[in-house]
């Protein structure tokens, strides 16, 4: 879920008579349980109601010692039903956050090896320059033109490479956001018929 997709499903819980009963008691029970013994006892709620007639709501909510949900979390991710759901999640956002980090670890790489491409270029003028002025002697300006011949073979293979990696990173990248986008309309779609469903079976009675 994209954070714009988190916003609008956090505005949408307003719109859940099941998010707002869970919110009234959480209010509740925070005031009536944890408030005053905020060091001794927390609370971790997490409600999603897919039934809202504008889409998805949802509504978190953690309150009280901080240490004791995150002993709660810990417990959660080891057990055997929950423990698959935190893995998914923690899978679904290290790949889209390493792609995003090597794609622009990458394209930063790039810009330097340009950089150098740029500057092989701009030395190698110099050196035919110098030679032109006399200024320089020939065996100093045919070793000098050799260095900076192999000097750009090895920057060109690996802008050449570089350019490969990245654009083979940018399609694997944009596979992942179809089949994401694939999974949102297939949601959607499921949605939407599942509502159509209620409606009908609303009319029939």
Request: proline letters at 0%; one cysteine or more; charged letters at 30%.
């Amino acid at each position: 879920m994209t954070q714009q997709e988190k916003q609008t499903a956090e505005k949408l819980r307003c719109t859940s008579e099941y998010i707002k009963a869970a919110e009234s008691f959480a209010k509740y029970a925070h005031k009536e349980w944890v408030e005053e013994n905020a060091d001794e006892r927390a609370l971790l709620m997490c409600c999603i109601d897919r039934t809202t007639p504008d889409g998805t709501g949802m509504m978190n909510i953690a309150t009280g010692d901080k240490d004791l949900i995150t002993a709660a979390v810990m417990q959660m991710m080891e057990d055997e039903n929950l423990g698959e759901v935190f893995r998914k999640a923690r899978i679904v956002s290290e790949t889209c956050s390493d792609m995003s980090e090597n794609i622009r670890s990458t394209r930063n790489r790039l810009r330097t090896f340009y950089g150098l491409a740029v500057l092989s270029v701009f030395w190698t003028l110099c050196i035919i320059g110098f030679q032109i002025a006399g200024v320089a002697n020939w065996i100093t300006t045919v070793s000098n033109l050799l260095l900076m011949t192999y000097i750009g073979l090895m920057v060109g293979r690996e802008i050449a490479e570089r350019r490969r990696m990245l654009k083979r990173m940018i399609s694997a990248a944009h596979r992942d956001h179809e089949e994401r986008l694939k999974h949102r309309m297939a949601t959607f779609f499921g949605e939407m018929m599942r509502r159509a469903q209620m409606d009908d079976d609303d009319d029939d009675e």
